[in-house]
C-alpha cells in the first residue's frame, strides 16, 4: 500500500521517508510468521471465532493510538 503511493503517503501521514520505511519492513516481519500461524489457530478454534478475534485485535490495535495521542 506504502511503497507506490510513497508521497501521498508522507503527506497524509506528516512522517518522513525512512519512517514510512520502517513501517513496510515490520509489516513484512510480522505477515510472513503471522500467515505460519493463522492455519493452525483457523483449525482449532474455528473460522468464525478467528474473525472474531482478529476484529478485537485489530479494534485494540486502532484504538491505541487514538488514546495515546489525546
Known amino acids: 500500500m506504502f511503497v507506490p503511493i510513497l508521497r501521498q503517503s508522507m503527506q497524509v501521514w506528516h512522517v518522513d521517508e525512512p519512517s514510512l520505511n520502517m513501517l513496510c519492513i515490520l509489516y513484512a516481519l510480522v505477515y ?11 483449525s482449532r478454534i474455528g473460522c468464525r471465532w478467528t474473525f472474531i478475534s482478529s476484529m ?6 486502532c484504538a491505541v493510538p487514538w488514546f495515546c495521542l489525546r
Open 32 to 42: 510472513v510468521p503471522g500467515a505460519f500461524l493463522t492455519g493452525p489457530i483457523i
Open 56 to 61: 478485537a485485535l485489530i479494534a485494540c490495535g
